[in-house]
């Protein structure tokens, strides 16, 4: 039987190429946590952005339902104390009820006959306005929402303004 001659090459690894493998794994250990951060703050901006407009669009149309449905001669909007300006509305819906949309801190309330209740929160601003002095049965309702991300990053949505034309 013949033993066969092993070279130097065959016993394992040589400095070049253990140098070339520690070199690759210092470059994905700088940008692998990059990475995860990038995606961690995607994944945030998205699913804020999701829900902002969500709890708006809900919003506007809990307020667009009743409103379009008031008695325009009742409608009130006004400025409560220690919130933005026009950020409250009152009025008498047609079936007698008494209702008041505003702003508390970032939630905004409805309140029926003064039944409150939360129907948005991350609320950042909301304004009540009638874009034309001449024609009472239209009211703009305007909101912005925003919601804290992470770190202090704040995410925010405004809405456009939605005419809400009044029927009665």
């Not at 994905?28 to 995606?39: C, D, N, S």
């Not at 220690?82 to 409250?88: L, T």
């Not at 939605?162 to 009665?168: F, G, L, P, S």
Request: glycine fraction near 6%.
């Amino acid at each position: 039987m013949r033993k066969l001659r092993r070279s130097p090459r065959e016993g394992g690894y040589s400095l070049t190429e253990i140098l070339m493998v520690v070199a690759i794994i210092g470059i994905l250990a700088m940008v692998g946590p990059r990475l995860m951060i990038q995606m961690q703050n995607f994944y945030l901006l998205t699913t804020a952005r999701s829900e902002i407009q969500r709890d708006a669009r809900s919003a506007l149309d809990t307020i667009n339902r009743f409103l379009r449905q008031a008695k325009y001669r009742t409608i009130i909007i006004d400025t409560p104390s220690g919130q933005g300006p026009y950020s409250r509305i009152t009025f008498q819906h047609i079936d007698g009820r008494n209702f008041k949309f505003y702003q508390d801190g970032t939630n905004l309330i409805q309140s029926v006959d003064g039944q409150t209740s939360k129907i948005a929160r991350n609320l950042a601003f909301v304004a009540f306005t009638f874009p034309r002095s001449d024609f009472p049965r239209l009211v703009s309702v305007a909101l912005t929402m925003g919601k804290t991300i992470q770190r202090g990053q704040r995410k925010e949505l405004e809405l456009t303004i939605q005419k809400v034309r009044v029927m009665n």
